[in-house]
């Protein structure tokens, strides 16, 4: 099984829905972040957690919320999309320290119309 | 000016050539750096870090790092048309708090 899922991995919308992506990790760590990717701009940080009560904004975090439900469990909102969300999310975990290898999802391709 | 930059490419190499990725970071106070390879429609995985100045081998993949010039770059050595991917520099900054990706190099690996 895979160590982090993320559900759905596909979605279209329209503009105003509230959407919720998810994110499960089954290898322990306590730090777990929300990403975007849009072509040509790289990974973009939304939003990242250091543990179950620590939730931090990243570079782009208007317009989306999230909720750390458990150390393996961190879901990101997006309350009413609009087109320029429409990009492919990727959750991902980490184990901290100075070599703090990120281990992605699969990604959830969101498309708002 | 972006905190870690990277050429978007593509990159183009004959099979079996040393495939040569740079990238240069904004932060002098930066500790630890990251090499990520994405193939297209999939999630970015690890090839190697690095925190040392100086070179680390890993199979075909060498990471350079030279902090004062803040530069680090990922040679691949006999290139496979398997290699053909994007690839991501990425840099956890001072207290590692976060890591900052750049944008990513193309490579195309031709036959």
């Known amino acids: 099984d895979a160590d982090v899922t993320q559900t759905p991995r596909n979605r279209i919308t329209k503009t105003g829905k509230r959407i919720m992506l998810e994110c499960s990790q089954t290898?322990?760590?306590?730090?777990m972040y929300w990403y975007r990717q849009d072509p040509g701009l790289g990974l973009q940080l939304i939003y990242y957690?250091?543990?179950?009560?620590?939730?931090n904004k990243g570079e782009i975090s208007d317009g989306y919320s999230v909720s750390r439900q458990a150390q393996a469990k961190f879901s990101l909102s997006l309350e009413s999309a609009i087109p320029n969300q429409t990009a492919l999310y990727f959750c991902?975990?980490?184990?901290?320290?100075?070599?703090?290898?990120?281990?992605f999802g699969p990604g959830t391709r969101l498309t708002v119309l | 000016q972006k905190e870690v930059e990277q050429n978007s490419g593509p990159l183009s190499v004959p099979e079996g050539a040393i495939a040569s990725l740079n990238c240069t970071y904004s932060?002098?106070?930066?500790?630890?750096f990251f090499w990520y390879r994405q193939y297209s429609g999939k999630s970015p995985e690890l090839i190697m870090f690095?925190?040392?100045?100086g070179d680390k081998e890993d199979g075909r993949f060498t990471a350079q790092l030279n902090k004062a010039s803040q530069y680090v770059s990922l040679l691949i050595r006999d290139s496979q048309p398997s290699d053909s991917a994007t690839y991501l520099c990425?840099?956890?900054?001072?207290?590692?708090?976060?890591?900052?990706f750049g944008a990513g190099t193309r490579l195309f690996v031709k036959a």
């Open positions: 690095i925190y040392s100045n």
């Open positions: 991902a975990t980490g184990g901290g320290g100075i070599a703090d290898t990120q281990y």
């Open positions: 957690s250091f543990d179950v009560k620590d939730i």
């Open positions: 290898k322990g760590h306590d730090r």
């Open positions: 932060d002098r106070g930066s500790q630890s």
């Open positions: 990425a840099v956890n900054g001072a207290g590692g708090f976060k890591t900052i």
